[in-house]
Nanobody
Framework: VRLQAFGGGLVQAGGSLRLSCAASGSTLSINVIGWYRQAPGKQRELVAS???????KYADSVKGRFTISRDNMKNMVFLQMNSLKPEDTAVYYC????????????WGQGTLVTVSS
């Protein structure tokens, strides 16, 4: 499984960005796709996830502002980020959890999101 994340950039506080994650390879083995982020000096955190059946989960810090979705036909997962705050600044990664596994084993390269105040 290979993942490629893109769509990051610089945006002002209150603005929006949409991140995309393209999956290739053995995509039928993917159960869950998650978006993680890591800010400078902070631990990596799971922001949102979506299962193959469409079940979504969000970190409390982004609930109501971020929406995760997936297009199974195109093997794409999206993270729509609205009402962005400076504290959302981080490198965002998409990761895949395969069927039968409890951890995220495959990672994209990360895309930088910078929110200016």
């Amino acid at each position: 499984v290979r993942l490629q994340a893109f769509g990051g950039g610089l945006v002002q506080a209150g603005g929006s960005l949409r991140l995309s994650c393209a999956a290739s390879g053995s995509t039928l083995s993917i159960n869950v796709i998650g978006w993680y982020r890591q800010a400078p000096g902070k631990q990596r955190e799971l922001v949102a996830s979506i299962s193959s059946g469409g079940i979504t989960k969000y970190a409390d810090s982004v609930k109501g502002r971020f929406t995760i979705s997936r297009d199974n036909m195109k093997n794409m997962v999206f993270l729509q980020m609205n009402s962005l705050k400076p504290e959302d600044t981080a490198v965002y990664y998409c990761a895949a959890r395969l069927i039968g596994y409890s951890d995220y084993r495959y990672w994209g390269q990360g895309t930088l999101v910078t929110v200016s105040s």
